[in-house]
């Protein structure tokens, strides 16, 4: 049977041969018909290696689709009037039942990770971003509703999730630039996944759930154990997990799939990390040899997790500098919302959509009343800079660089 490879050889050869050929500008912006997902076959891609020519042009294929389903600016801005008013509701239930039963918030935080994660990963698989929830992040999300449903009474799981949500996970907060950006489903998913266990780790150290004061009133010795950690507790406890998904980590992106992530185009929290060039991380790892680059961003990542720990270990012994902490690292979520709002899409939102329409139907013609436009296109053009680069371009808004972990820095986790 005629391999993948193959077929793609034969299939350029034709068209060299045919001369046939048109611009990635005119195959984007083509006609609606049928036709236009064979198209991507036509495409000038220049001297490629034939495994890169069968991904490449699967990616088209896909892109194409996606520009293919319309969507009215009616229903984009009605989205995200949806999309504000449930990011809305959910930090005021999120205030009110901090305030109302602590105790139970786990609770909440519980039915809310199932419907925003599920979501993401829906919306991530169609974007080939799903590969980010291998990162440590929801690895801690996870290990914390383990031991919430699972082993509620594990003095381990109780520490280390503790370390995990007063450490990296909250430090990501401000490292990560996350933003309370009420109409958007991805930034309220990154702020949720980073500030939600921070504050079921503030309930289950101060306001304990009425089933863990039960049992820990049992015996003393287990409530002592349950109520004082050492640092070497908070510290070396939830490197035991860490250290696994480490390990983990490390043998599926860069040993088994590798090659699959390269061909296929999926990004990782890694590509993404050393693509940044304001990144002081990426700079330092892209300093050294490239097969070492892997295991020097991997041991840059304990190094600070570590410190997240180390420094956990106050928050744990200070009721109020814990509390006070979690107040500063909201505080800093709203401010970088404001800054988001007033400072980018105030001008790009409107703007987007006139821009958008107007390149759609360039006679002038009414395009509030008449103009399709693509929700994939729309996104590109809200994201871009003022330099005027195509929507098609691969432009990412800041929820993007916000997604799980020191985003900034490279570490730790896009976040739509």
Known sequence: MQSAIERERDRLGEMKGSGSASSFGDLMTGSDDDSLLDDYDQVEVGDLDMKDMVALRRRLKGLVKRLQ??????????????TFMLGTVLALLCAYWLGYSP????????IAA??????????????????????FCYWANGLLLVHIWIFPESVFLHKATFAYGAGPLSWSIIAFRNSLVFHSLDKITSLFLHMYPACVAWTERWHPAPHVKEFTGASVTLKAEWLSA???????????PYL???????????????????????????SYSLANPKSALARFVNSVNPQWQPLVYMSLHIFLTLATFAVS???????????????????????????YYFDVFAHRYVAGLDTLLQEQDPQGSSPTRSGRLASGDLDGILARPSNGKSPLSPVKENSQQEHTGFRQNGLLHKSE
Request: proline share 2%.
């Open 230 to 240: 050492t640092l070497t507790e908070v510290v070396l406890f939830p490197m035991v």
């Open 103 to 110: 105790r139970t918030f786990y609770r909440v935080y519980t």
């Open 69 to 82: 389903k319309r969507a009215t600016p009616r229903r984009i801005k009605a989205r995200d009037k949806l």
């Open 313 to 339: 270990k106050i928050w744990w012994n200070y009721y109020g500098a814990h509390t006070a902490f979690l107040l500063f690292c909201l505080a800093v979520s709203a401010w970088n919302g404001a800054s």
């Open 244 to 270: 696994l998904w480490a390990v983990l980590y490390y043998a599926k992106i860069f040993i088994v799939s590798s090659e699959k992530i390269r061909l296929r185009g999926y990004e990782t929290l890694y």
């Open 114 to 135: 199932v419907v925003l994660f599920s979501a993401r990963f829906v919306i991530y698989r169609r974007k080939l971003w799903h590969y980010y929830f291998l990162d």
